[in-house]
């Protein structure tokens, strides 16, 4: 079975450029997660869906930062514009809402998108 | 608010030594999620285990194992015979309960095995 997809693995752009992470979880997996992971801040969560809705997007930096989840099988994080600071790795996870609803199963990640701002 | 502390940033052994990595969490929850994250080089992450706060029973699987302690707040990762594949950033992270699925994740440990 197919993990989680990501792309583009690497993206460079300058700063001012617009940006759009893609991700695609795993077939079933009813909520998906972007994480950022950065040297300063370690690996912090974004922005997390569950059935396409968002649920909780306190982690999202500023209004610069986007992300939608069209359908059960797409996602974006768009950054827009870019800047030098965003420049980190972005994590998209899928997991499963555990029988019961109390809760949600492991998460598994995807590769990750090495983005740099220049 | 929820926490995960790993104190030890780096570590390194050599090769066929056995290692733990320490992770202490704080949660206000009493249902609630820890896992062990491996990030090797490639950068991808790979899960290696979850438990939940019902179950205290250790674990082991092949050369790893896992010591679960309420009292201490603890849930510590040994390496019996490390190998130098075993060289990895490991995270130790921890979930709650529905409405607050997120993962919140230690800073991590970078193990080095020397050969």
């Known amino acids: 079975d197919a993990g989680v997809i990501q792309s583009p693995r690497h993206e460079v752009t300058e700063m001012g450029q617009e940006v759009t992470l893609r991700c695609k979880p795993i077939?079933?997996?009813?909520?998906l997660f972007w994480y950022r992971q950065t040297m300063m801040r370690g690996l912090e969560l974004l922005i997390y869906?569950?059935?396409?809705?968002?649920?909780?997007d306190s982690g999202m930096p500023e209004d610069r930062f986007s992300a939608k989840m069209p359908n059960a099988s797409f996602s974006t994080l768009k950054i827009q514009p870019s800047e030098p600071r965003d420049s980190a790795v972005y994590f998209c996870?899928?997991?499963?809402?555990?029988?019961?609803?109390?809760?949600?199963?492991?998460?598994?990640f995807g590769p990750g998108t090495r983005l740099t701002v220049l | 608010a929820q926490k995960v502390t790993q104190a030890q940033t780096e570590i390194s052994v050599v090769e066929k030594e056995d290692v733990t990595l320490d992770c202490v969490y704080e949660t206000r929850d009493t249902t609630y999620y820890l896992f062990w994250y491996k990030q090797p080089p490639s950068g991808e992450l790979v899960f290696l285990i979850r438990?939940?706060?019902?179950?205290?029973q250790n674990e082991i699987s092949g050369r790893y194992s896992w010591n679960f302690q309420k009292s201490t707040s603890s849930f510590n990762f040994t390496i019996t015979a490390s190998q130098v594949v075993d060289s990895a950033v490991y995270f130790c992270a921890l979930s709650q309960n529905f409405g607050n699925e997120k993962l919140t994740f230690g800073t991590g440990t970078r193990l080095t095995i020397i050969p």
């Open positions: 869906f569950n059935n396409n809705v968002p649920i909780d």
């Open positions: 077939s079933g997996h009813d909520y």
């Open positions: 438990r939940n706060s019902f179950d205290e």
């Open positions: 996870a899928s997991s499963l809402r555990l029988a019961g609803g109390v809760g949600t199963d492991t998460q598994y």
